[in-house]
């Protein structure tokens, strides 16, 4: 080899050892920045023990959008503003009733009201009950359901080892059960908490009554996983036990609400956006810590990270707190709407929406170039912990975005206890660890700190 | 090429691919079947909430005894027996007092004795503080402690990723900080609890006084993290303030315990005998359920899986339980004598001891042969999200272990959260997430299955 071509060679070695070094180290201020300088957990204590649960529409999501908005008002980014978006208001009412009537006995269940589903009368609903395990189950049933209650017990499989994928695996009866019992003539339906643990926790979350008439519309609520055992076993042994429930939840006109966003103008190339994000509203029944207040405080404290370290990103940083994830997502698509209106470009969009778990690693959605390219960096995350780079759903809330050159990535905490909280009475502050918080946010920090550095490539291999 | 030669090249790549199949399938069944149809939650929560805290040489430590072995017992292992051994038997007294007297003002702080402490006289200690951060600063200071407190108050690094490594670098205060002190007259020490966050709970933990006259034994007490930062802030506005506790704790006779062993005799070679265990014994303060009541109910797990799935194992697989680890660690060593006394030949051990977290991997003391042996699994456990294998200190029961021919392996779960419950009195069952427990014991068999399919290396280089 001719001494000219191996001098090169050892000089643009010598650059990727360099570029190396210079990531190696940045990621290493990053995760101590976060661990033990960041804000996100006296933020979260503010979102959680002094505004409290966020659900669209309710007047502590609006107190949410102001704080927010004041506390990045507090950190110098180039911009902090509002994004006007109308959203679903839906309210609980009076706390739940329901018992099982075997016979003479009354045993009380806890349940509670799925979002978006409509009241019982007055008085409650009681009826005798048909369990089933799956939405083809209660096909085959057909009218045999008229007028009964549907039980929807199928559990989350304990044998999965990612809790969302057990989770995905059972949130059909939950999100359509009641529209599809409805067109056979049930009165209800009753559905098991996504959950995989026993305990007596009943966990709301979205449904949907798609198309069907408002007048088909049937009253749906979920139990707690220790509820659903027992009716369960009730129903063995008598099938003409009753169930009674007794809801007063209600869905108003729509109200104006807001994203909350804040800036950092890109010194190189400000035209192109890298979005960090969480949802700031959350469910009615707790605080909700884990969803998603965890990741609305750890995607204000990348930008907090990146002040604090001086580091001035090439691209236009932005960190957007969506509002609505939970029963509409018009958060998201506003963004996207208002995205393309103003022909923005994103090259890069972060979602923190699986709770302030440790992390482990990132869900991507990308094109094999760009994922080969991220997962080049596995090395640089090993320190950390961080090991799972996988293809796969990224969020809810940056789902709408489709800019044309875009990587999309959700931060992957470990899974195992989300769903013990998730929805739930105890998603509450003091269910987060400070330290798994700091390190989904240092996590975080570090992937957009890579993708700011060595940027998206363009027009290849399409997924 | 030659045909024959390629032809048996094939072959053996597909013996290769086959054997990795079917360690694929197994541990996929072993996974399975602890998701599923393990037993170690109700153990752990019958050691927790019908037996409670073990300290050695107690009646609930005896109790834990008899019930682990009589589990043991139902699962039809080859023998079940125990180990006599004597054990140090150290005991609380009535719960611990103290206050910061700053003026008039008397401010009470949460602490608790050190384990192996003695006692203050029945009226308790009042002196001054003097407040250092390590053992060296203490002899800088030399005689002008004589007559105080010295109040250790050195923090575990939040900057360390790993929480254990935090641990390490500042459990010296606690463990030899009375010692120290004692050398140049101090009273008495109070230490910052080894606890990451900020709360109330004081930790306890072992303490010795070396060898030291036992007319120089001060007494010693952990103060909770927001005490030891209470301590400090009113120190710095009054240096003269004093401090008083109270403690009565006591040092009895050793008393005779057990080892509790379960074994299933190899099917092809007896003679080697691989361990599995954790610690039988806890501190007093609380139910000790992740240290170490995990430990002990994931090894039990381990046989129990391979009896489900009908594995008969080729060596010897014995669960061992061991007593006393917290203040003596005196069933390790009686393990290791006795092995030694009957000439056995051990080839692996593993120990969980780092609580009942979601597992990330192994640490291994090893030769490079044997790590890089193990180091070849790692694509079989990466579906169960195991992906941390790193060399370092496995347990300290399996310390003594001398076998010639020995691998030794600590469980490695996610270290977050250990420190906010490790000795004290929130270490209690509902820390303990069922589906994170059955993982570590999944991820304990499966690397117990490996072990025994493909043996130890023996004899190659050494580390």
Known sequence: MKKSILSVMLFLSGIVLFAQTKDEQTLKEIYKSSLTNSKCYSWLDYLSNKIGSRLSGSASAEKAVQYTKAQL??????????????????VRGEKETAYIQDNKTKINVP???????????KNGLTAEVIEVHSIKELEALGNKIKGKIVFFNRPMEDEQIEAFNAYSGCVDQRYAGAKEASKFGALGTIVRSMNLRLDDFPHTGAQSYGDIPKSQYIPTAAISTNGAEL????????????????????QMDDVLSYNVIG?????????????????????????????????????????????????????????????????????????????????????????????????RGF??????????????????????????FVKGHAGSDIGPLTSKTLVKAGLKPDSQRYFDYHHALNDTFDAVNKRELELGAATMASLMYLIDQNGIEVNKEVQ
Chains 1, 2 share one sequence.
């Open 363 to 388: 869900s991507l959605e990308s094109d094999d170039v760009n994922f080969n390219k991220i997962l080049g960096w596995k090395d640089l995350f090993e320190p950390y912990l961080i090991h799972s």
């Open 263 to 359: 800036e950092i103008k890109g010194s190189e190339h400000p035209e192109n956006i890298m979005v960090v994000g969480g949802h700031l509203d959350s469910w009615d029944l707790a605080d909700g810590s884990h969803d998603d207040g965890a990741g609305v405080v750890q995607s204000m404290e990348v930008v907090n990270i990146f002040k604090n370290l001086g580091y001035k990103p090439k691209n236009t940083i932005r960190v957007v707190l969506f509002m609505n994830e939970e029963n509409g997502g018009k958060g998201g698509k506003k963004y996207e709407e208002l995205a393309q209106t103003n022909k923005e470009n994103h090259i890069f969009a972060l979602e923190s929406d699986s709770g302030g778990f440790s992390p």
């Open 73 to 90: 008002e507090t950190l110098g980014l180039d911009r902090v503003y509002l994004q006007e978006v109308m959203v679903p208001k839906w």
């Open 111 to 121: 349940i509670c009201a799925l979002g978006g589903s409509v009241a019982t009368s």
């Open 231 to 250: 009716l369960s076993k009730k129903l063995k042994n008598n099938p003409k036990l009753k169930f009674y429930f007794k809801q007063s939840c209600k």
